[in-house]
């Protein structure tokens, strides 16, 4: 259907009452913004702010203005789809050039391509594709262990669960974009996300080099799945982000869960001064900008971890009351903070101070240290398929920053073009262009002076610098226009 009404429209009209319904399949005859009506099959989840909640046989929501709902006619729930006619529909959107995907239930794994695949590389393409199913049922495994001993009951998920794999930044980037209509966090920023609406996970190849945001994301989508929480419930973001965030991987390897000290989040934490559990607690306001975010997930971090292992009894108490929230449903701040409150039985600022004295002493049980230790001049930086290592020193004789370092192609697909530059804030910069890197070999950055100038330099501090890549297949167009000699210009800034 070709309806818009986005999440930003369920913010505003907020204030609008809360009609609560029981889920049941229905057909809707819907008028479209463009005037026209149709038919579809759904099953009604959820009532308020002026608005329907629409969940499809594939298990997107589709959020549709009152007034457009034209007639309802009641019927039986229907049929789920299955993995293969998942499979097929995302096939049909992608296009079967672009488009590789494997399913072990409940998980489709897609793989959306930046170039036609050689057929030589197939077989690369379906390893990837089956490293992630079963990285999925790894969490999958991990998640329902923690429930369980909450002893808390589940659900089997209803729908196939999918997980998409763009090969390039810039395509993750563009569909992140268009589905998120460029609201929240920049999209160049987000390396992976769970969507609420269309029920599917979304990430960067580069992600499974570490599977660290495929897990965080996942575990979103396991909460969502098993009837933990309703989807566009008022369940508070830093719930989401604290269940999310309390399990770290390294690889496709899960090193612990929710109850482990994290050395990362702790350590932020305890730096965190923008933003206090209050407001964290009481309105989501926090993680959707790009500045404060980081000091945001540190605190959700820190409450989950801290009243699962201090409050467990509550704990348990507060999630099945956040079970019991309705689709479409609102919060206001004072009923965040009284449902909060009520169920942990004190102050949300009291449990915040309580939090240093409770998390020192169980880091010290786990032998977890929050100090951080970077070599000076070093930097380690993921972006465009590339894992880049630079070492910079200042090379006084030369008045120019010498640098050199090391590359890792983050493709398990395929070689790719690689250009490579370090800026610093005067304006200088050094490059490297890499024609073919194989998938997964490192190869390294050899010592250059950062001399060269950008356009419009104006001068500052050669000591900083960043570190930029550019990332291309190399029999695409783009790809021979670079061993042509026809290389980026450098812009600087954050271009």
């Not at 789920?80 to 794994?109: H, N």
């Not at 395509?171 to 966090?185: H, K, S, V, Y």
Request: hydrophobic share 35%; glycine share 8%.
């Amino acid at each position: 259907m070709r309806i818009r009404c986005t999440l930003s429209m369920l913010a505003i009209l907020s204030s609008c009452c809360v009609v609560v319904c029981s889920a049941r399949a229905d057909t809707f005859t819907v008028r479209e913004d463009d005037g026209q009506t149709v038919t579809v099959e759904a099953r009604l989840v959820g009532e308020g702010q002026g608005a329907v909640a629409l969940e499809r046989t594939d298990g997107r929501i589709e959020v549709v203005p009152q007034q457009q709902i034209l007639k309802r006619d009641p019927g039986a729930d229907p049929e789920p789809i299955s993995c293969s006619e998942m499979i097929e529909r995302l096939t049909a959107r992608f296009g079967a050039d672009k488009f590789r995907a494997y399913s072990d239930s409940p998980y489709v794994i897609g793989l959306v391509l930046t170039e036609p695949l050689p057929k030589n590389y197939e077989g690369k393409a379906t390893a990837c594709l089956k490293r992630a199913a079963s990285f999925m049922k790894t969490v999958e495994k991990l998640f329902l262990d923690f429930v369980n001993d909450l002893k808390i009951d589940l659900e089997k998920p209803r729908f196939p669960l999918v997980l998409l794999i763009f090969e390039t930044d810039d395509d993750f980037i563009r569909f992140t974009a268009e589905e998120t209509g460029g609201q929240g966090l920049s999209a160049g920023l987000i390396l992976g996300y769970y969507n609420g609406l269309s029920n599917r996970l979304v990430i960067r190849m580069s992600e499974c080099h570490t599977f660290e945001t495929p897990l965080h994301e996942a575990i979103h989508q396991q909460v969502y799945n098993r009837g933990l929480i309703q989807r566009l419930a008022p369940s508070p973001v830093w719930f989401n982000e604290g269940i999310a965030t309390g399990f770290e991987g390294n690889g496709d390897k899960i090193k612990g869960g929710p109850l482990r000290v994290s050395a990362r989040y702790g350590r932020r934490a305890r730096l965190a001064t923008s933003v206090n559990w209050d407001q964290i607690v009481a309105d989501d306001k926090a993680f959707r900008g790009d500045v404060l975010a980081g000091e945001a997930y540190a605190h959700a971090w820190s409450i989950h971890w801290f009243l699962v292992t201090k409050y467990r009894k509550q704990y348990i108490e507060y999630l099945r009351r956040l079970g019991e929230k309705s689709t479409l449903q609102v919060d206001d701040a004072m009923t965040r903070t009284n449902d909060f409150e009520r169920a942990f039985g004190k102050p949300v600022g009291k449990l915040q101070g309580e939090f240093p004295q409770w998390v020192e002493q169980a880091a010290r049980k786990q032998k977890i240290s929050f100090e951080e230790k970077i070599p000076q001049g070093r930097l380690i930086s993921q972006m465009n398929l590339a894992e880049v290592e630079i070492s910079a020193v200042e090379n006084q004789r030369a008045g120019a920053l010498s640098a050199e370092g090391q590359l890792r192609n983050l493709s398990h697909l395929r070689p790719m073009s690689f250009y490579v530059t370090i800026e610093t804030n005067a304006g200088n910069y050094a490059e490297w262009y890499l024609p073919s890197v194989a998938p997964q070999k490192i190869v390294p950055l050899p010592q250059r002076l950062a001399q060269k100038q950008l356009n419009g330099a104006r001068g500052g501090d050669n000591r900083t610098f960043r570190v930029k890549v550019k990332t291309t297949v190399p029999e695409s167009e783009m790809g021979k226009k670079w061993q042509s000699g026809q290389l980026p210009v450098p812009l600087g800034g954050d271009q």
